[in-house]
C-alpha cells in the first residue's frame, strides 16, 4: 500500500475560475456561482468523494496587464465579476458533516483585527473545519483601489506578512485563556475578565493592543495554507504553513520546491512531516482514452486564446501582447508573481520563445499540468506525481463544473481506493486533526506560531 492521496477541489466565488472560454461549454453550471444551492450541491458531491477540502482562490483588483486594460478579462469573465469567498462557508458546513474550507484572504490589505476575527467566527461555525491560506495579493489595480499609488514590493509584502502572522498568533493563541468563558449563572459572570488578555503589540508595520474579540474557537489558528513559491514565499511557507499549494508541470521542478520548503521548515524546529503539499492540476477522464480525446476537442474549441494571456499578465506582470512570437523571456523579480516568470525562463525544461509560451498557456489545462486519459491512466498519472515528487495529494481545478469533478469522484476515486492509495471513509475530527491525527486540533508546539502561547497554560496540544 502506497501513500494515501488527498484530494482538495480547487475553486474561486466568482464566474469563471482558470477554465477560460469554457463558460460557454452547455455543460457548465458556473454562471451559478451566485447562487447558495450550487455552493451546497458542490459541497455535498466533494462530500461524497470524501475530498479533504474546498480550497477557494480569490483575488482584489481587475487583471489588466494585458493590453493594458481590463477590457478581455470582462469580455471573457477573467475571475471577474467575483464574490466574497468567505461568505459561502458556513452555509456549505452546514451542508456537509466532514468537508473542510480553505479560504484567501491577503494580507496585504485586510487589517488583521479584523480578519482574526472573521477566521474564528468561521471555526466556531464550521465546527473546527476551516483553513486560512496566507497571500500577499499581486495586482496593482487592487493597491489602487485600497489608496495606494501603486502595489507594495514582492519581498516588502512577506515582511509586512510575517509581522501580520505575528499579530494574528497573539490574538489567536494568547488573548483569551481557555477557560476565560465559564457562563456561571450563580456569580452572574459569562467570562472572567482576568483570562482575557491585551496583547500589546507594537511592531513596524503594526500597533494593536487587543484583546481579541472572540473566544477560543475549535482550532484556535485556523490550519494554515500557502501559496508561494518565489524564494521569499519558500521561507514564509517553511516557517508558517501546514498545507503548501504548489504550482508546477515537471516532476524535477515541483521535487525541488517539495523538498526546498521541507528543509527549510526543519531549520524553524518543525519536522518535514509537518508540511502537506499540495499540487494545481486539472483533467480530462474519459472511460476510455478515446472517451477523453474527445472531450479535449470539444473544450479546445471552446477555448478563449486571449484569456489565458490575461491571468498570466496578472500573475506575472508580463504583457505578451507588446512581443513579438520569435522574442524570448528573461526572468526578473516580478512584484507581481516570481514563479510565473521563472515558469518559462529560469525554470523552463527548455527554452521558449514568445510564440511558444502562448501556445502553452492558451491549451487547455495550460495553466496547471493535466491529468488525461482513462480513469486508470489518471489514476497511474496520480500515483506517478505523488511517488516522484513527495506531494500529498491535489488541489484540482475543474474545467467543467460539476462534471470534472464528477468524473474524478465517479472514475477515478474507486480506482485509488482499490489500490489502498485513498480513504474509504473520513476521520474524526477538526481539519487539523484530518490532516495530522487525532487530538491534533492546535497548532502542534513545535510550530512558531505557538510560542505565543500564554506561558503555563493548560492547552490540547499535538505533535509535541
Not at 236 to 261: G, M, Q, R, T, W
Not at 320 to 326: E, N, V
Not at 363 to 370: F, N
Not at 423 to 451: C, I, N, Q, V, W
Request: proline share 5%.
Amino acid at each position: 500500500m502506497g501513500k494515501q492521496i488527498r484530494l482538495n477541489a480547487f475553486d474561486m466565488n466568482t464566474a469563471m475560475h482558470s477554465a477560460h472560454g469554457l463558460w460557454k461549454h452547455p455543460a457548465s453550471e458556473r454562471h451559478r456561482y451566485k447562487d447558495l444551492r450550487y455552493w451546497v450541491e458542490l459541497a455535498q458531491l466533494l462530500e461524497r468523494g470524501l475530498f479533504d477540502a474546498l480550497f477557494l482562490a480569490d483575488v482584489y483588483g481587475f487583471y489588466d496587464v494585458f493590453r493594458g486594460n481590463r477590457d478581455a478579462a470582462l469580455r471573457d469573465a477573467v475571475q471577474v465579476p467575483v464574490n466574497d469567498p468567505s461568505l459561502i462557508i458556513p452555509t456549505m458546513a452546514y451542508a456537509t458533516e466532514h468537508l473542510s474550507f480553505a479560504v484567501t484572504i491577503p494580507t496585504t490589505y485586510e487589517p488583521p483585527y479584523a480578519h482574526a476575527r472573521r477566521m474564528s467566527t468561521l471555526d466556531h461555525l464550521t465546527g473546527g473545519r476551516v483553513g486560512w491560506n496566507i497571500v500577499t495579493s499581486f495586482l496593482p489595480s487592487a493597491a489602487k483601489n485600497f489608496g495606494l499609488d501603486q502595489a507594495v514590493n514582492h519581498d516588502r509584502r512577506y515582511e509586512v506578512a510575517d509581522e501580520y502572522m505575528e499579530v494574528v498568533y497573539k490574538l489567536w493563541e494568547a488573548s483569551w485563556e481557555e477557560d476565560a468563558v465559564v457562563r456561571d449563572a450563580v456569580r452572574g459572570i459569562y467570562t472572567d475578565p482576568s483570562k482575557v488578555h491585551e496583547i500589546n503589540h507594537e511592531g513596524r508595520y503594526y500597533n494593536i493592543p487587543g484583546p481579541h474579540l472572540s473566544e477560543p474557537s475549535p482550532q484556535r489558528t485556523p490550519v494554515l495554507y500557502q501559496a508561494g513559491t518565489s524564494a521569499k514565499g519558500r521561507e514564509f511557507a517553511a516557517k508558517h504553513a501546514e498545507c503548501v499549494f504548489i504550482d508546477a508541470h515537471n516532476y524535477e521542478s515541483l521535487k525541488f520546491y517539495v523538498d526546498d520548503i521541507r528543509t527549510k521548515a526543519v531549520s524553524y524546529g518543525r519536522k518535514p512531516e509537518d508540511v502537506k503539499v499540495f499540487m494545481a492540476i486539472n483533467s480530462i477522464v474519459g472511460r476510455t482514452r478515446a472517451e477523453a480525446e474527445e472531450k479535449l476537442r470539444e473544450y479546445t474549441a471552446l477555448r478563449s486564446e486571449d484569456a489565458p494571456q490575461v491571468l498570466y499578465g496578472g500573475f506575472s506582470g508580463i504583457d505578451l501582447s507588446k512581443y513579438d512570437r520569435s522574442d524570448y523571456l528573461s526572468y526578473f523579480a516580478s512584484d507581481h508573481g516570481q514563479a510565473a516568470v521563472a515558469r518559462f525562463t529560469t525554470m523552463s525544461e527548455k527554452r521558449m520563445n514568445v510564440g511558444e509560451v502562448v501556445d502553452e498557456i492558451v491549451k487547455i489545462g495550460g495553466r496547471s499540468a493535466l491529468l488525461f486519459g482513462s480513469a486508470e491512466e489518471v489514476a497511474d498519472q496520480m500515483q506517478a506525481w505523488v511517488e516522484k515528487t513527495g506531494i500529498d495529494g491535489f488541489n484540482l481545478a475543474h474545467l467543467i463544473t460539476p462534471g470534472s469533478l464528477k468524473d474524478i469522484i465517479d472514475l477515478v476515486v474507486p480506482i485509488l481506493q482499490e489500490r489502498g492509495l485513498y480513504k474509504t471513509e473520513y476521520a474524526k475530527g477538526t481539519m487539523r486533526e484530518k490532516l495530522f491525527g487525532p487530538g491534533a486540533s492546535r497548532l502542534p508546539d513545535r510550530h512558531p506560531g505557538a510560542a505565543f502561547r500564554r506561558a503555563g497554560e493548560a492547552k490540547e496540544r499535538s505533535g509535541t
